[in-house]
């Protein structure tokens, strides 16, 4: 609800802004307003620059993912990589939750290596709710404690400088009035 506010006083302000026109002439004014746009894309455009820089000042995943939401919400460029962001942060907190649910589970949880019908092997990160599948064996065993928190952790880390790299270059490639 706040944003939705801070949009429409955006808009409103850059409206009034455009449409005192303070000396230029009506073809000045006309010419300057069809370069910017609509006062609805416009403050769209510094909302999602404002979401965006504060992601970068904070660092949180939550604050990130809640600019790269903005941006996916108009361009395809947003969208690839909030979805990518979310594939990273969602893989990097199962191997960490894996890795900790090995403690609480520890027949279950874990890697784990099985064959399938055609005789490949499949790989299944499981948190250890239900028993194993049939002929399966467990891959790392207690190794999936610091591998999978570290490669979580790693993950993670990594989803985030790829997410803000992004925004910085999103906020970089926008010359803003």
Known sequence: MRSTRSYGNCALTL???WSSGAG????????TLDALGSPEA????????????????NRSPVRILQGLFRWASFSIAGLLVV??????YVLGAALMLSALLKLIHPRAAGLWAYPT??????????????GPPIGARDVLGWWILP?????GCGLVALTTRFALWCARL????????
């Open 15 to 17: 409206q009034t802004r």
């Open 24 to 31: 230029a002439t009506t073809s000045t004014v006309d010419l």
């Open 42 to 57: 416009l403050a769209n455009q510094y909302l999602t620059v404002a979401l965006l820089t504060r992601a970068e000042i």
């Open 83 to 88: 979805a990518g962001s979310i594939v990273g």
């Open 117 to 130: 019908s055609t005789g490949d092997l499949d790989l299944s990160l499981r948190m250890g709710f239900g």
């Open 147 to 151: 591998v999978g928190l570290l490669t």
């Open 170 to 177: 999103y906020r970089q490639s926008r010359v803003l009035p």
